[in-house]
């Protein structure tokens, strides 16, 4: 996906703050929060762009981004640097000074500070906003999917991943209620659908098992076609919190015959271990456990033989054998 600017700086940002050897210029990873409306002046003065608080609302007043304003101000075509430098001092200024005068990366930008500071109730008002965006542009005939991949280049975040783990802990706090509600709300946007009606069976678990396990079945005959191990691992980690055996062991199953590496494999054993330990089936969790401790140094991205040995470890979970 082809990030909009800021979302590109946000994410060199997160990416420096994750690995501060990365190399980048000191002005692209600066937290330009924290700056004195002064100093943004200042710099800005520095790069060329002589103005006041007073001009330089002037300017905004005629301009509906912060994008915009900058492509106005900064006249030096070929100093796409300067341009840039300017851009993210232009933008820190419009965010503080028009809070009022929203903007599409104005709002992605927020939300994705909201995220990263994991502040839980300015989310759920970012989320509030977000949705209304979408629904503003789907009733004009827009199609839902082709939005939310519009709205989610404006951020640093993969928007739809932080919506899955973001109702999921919700679920799993017991707040279902408002789960359902961000369901409801963003299901029509989402491209992974597999991945939310997971979210929709989690919510029946615990009300109405017969149909969350209806709906699991219905999502292990599409994965039969269409196989995703990494949903197959999520599905089998929801039923060992609260599922039936049978559907458990069709997971571990599904999943076995997708590995490819011995990443995969090491991941599905431990799942294959956390529902031996829910059972307290501890010699079954000792075995799996030991050959885990006997492959930590394996290499991960390493293709997995079909033929190892340890595979037979699974094949409890198996209506066939290995």
Request: proline share 2%; hydrophobic share 40%.
């Amino acid at each position: 996906m082809k990030f909009q600017d800021k979302a590109l700086y946000n994410l060199l940002r997160m990416n420096w703050l994750e690995n501060p050897g990365l190399e980048v210029k000191s002005w692209q990873v600066e937290d330009y929060r924290k700056f004195s409306t002064e100093e943004l002046f200042s710099r800005l003065q520095a790069l060329g762009l002589n103005l006041s608080q007073k001009n330089f609302s002037a300017y905004a007043e005629n301009c509906d981004s912060p994008e915009e304003l900058a492509e106005c101000l900064w006249i030096r075509d070929e100093d796409l640097e300067g341009y840039d430098k300017s851009y993210l001092l232009i933008f820190e200024l419009w965010r503080r000074l028009f809070p009022d005068k929203q903007s599409l990366s104005i709002f992605c930008d927020e939300l994705d500070y909201r995220i990263e500071k994991q502040n839980g109730e300015k989310i759920q008002e970012s989320l509030t906003e977000l949705e209304d965006i979408l629904d503003e542009n789907a009733d004009h005939g827009d199609n839902p999917q082709e939005v939310f991949k519009m709205v989610s280049s404006f951020c640093a975040h993969e928007l739809e991943d932080f919506l899955y783990d973001f109702i999921a802990e919700h679920i799993r706090s017991d707040n279902e209620l408002y789960a359902s509600e961000l369901l409801d709300g963003f299901y029509e946007f989402m491209a992974k659908k597999h991945w939310f009606d997971l979210l929709r069976a989690e919510l029946f678990i615990v009300t109405d098992v017969e149909k969350a396990t209806g709906l699991i079945r219905s999502l292990l005959d599409d994965l039969q076609d269409a196989p995703d191990f990494e949903l197959l691992l999520e599905i089998g980690m929801v039923l060992i919190r609260q599922g039936e055996p049978n559907l458990f062991a069709e997971t571990v199953t599904q999943a076995r015959a997708s590995l490819k590496t011995e990443e995969d494999f090491q991941e599905l054993l431990a799942v294959a271990a956390d529902y031996y330990h829910f059972l307290d089936q501890e010699e079954e969790e000792k075995k799996i456990l030991a050959i885990i401790e006997k492959r930590a140094k394996k290499d991960l991205s390493k293709s997995l033989s079909r033929s190892d040995p340890d595979l037979s470890c699974l094949k409890n979970f198996d209506r066939s054998e290995v």
